[in-house]
């Protein structure tokens, strides 16, 4: 009977939680990192580092800091000559699994003991 119930729960578990789908996908922001971020924001496994000064370090900000950067990008209360057309294309999904990748990242924005 008990184990009935727990089966029965997890198979609804999915059809009550449809927000789950949209939940931010880490691998995916890591695809897409490599894709369309990496030439600047550096490259896989190397993401503290930038390939120039300018472009600033994502690994380890904070989720919601990055997510919302890339909005304001989008909706111009940001601008910049080449974040605005970077962040031009992007879904709300793309922005949730980019930040999410980002932020799952150990940074070294924090300074060294
Ligand atoms: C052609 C180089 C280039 C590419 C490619 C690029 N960026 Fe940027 N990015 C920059 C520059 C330059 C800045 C600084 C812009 C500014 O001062 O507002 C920046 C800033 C950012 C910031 C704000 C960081 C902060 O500390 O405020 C975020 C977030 C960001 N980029 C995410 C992305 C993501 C996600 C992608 C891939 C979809 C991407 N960038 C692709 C050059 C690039």
Redesign the pocket.
Known sequence: MKKTFVIAALLAAPALAPWSAQAADIAAGKA??EA??A???AVEGNWNKTMDP?????AG?HKD??AN??KQ?QNGA???A??TG??AG?SKK?IAD?SAF?ASLEGDLYLKK
């Not at 300018?54 to 994502?58: F, G, M, R, S």
């Open positions: 897409k990192a369309q971020c030439a600047c924001h300018a472009y600033p370090k994502l900000q800091y990055l950067t890339l990008y940001r601008n910049n080449i974040m970077m962040a992007l793309d980019l980002f």
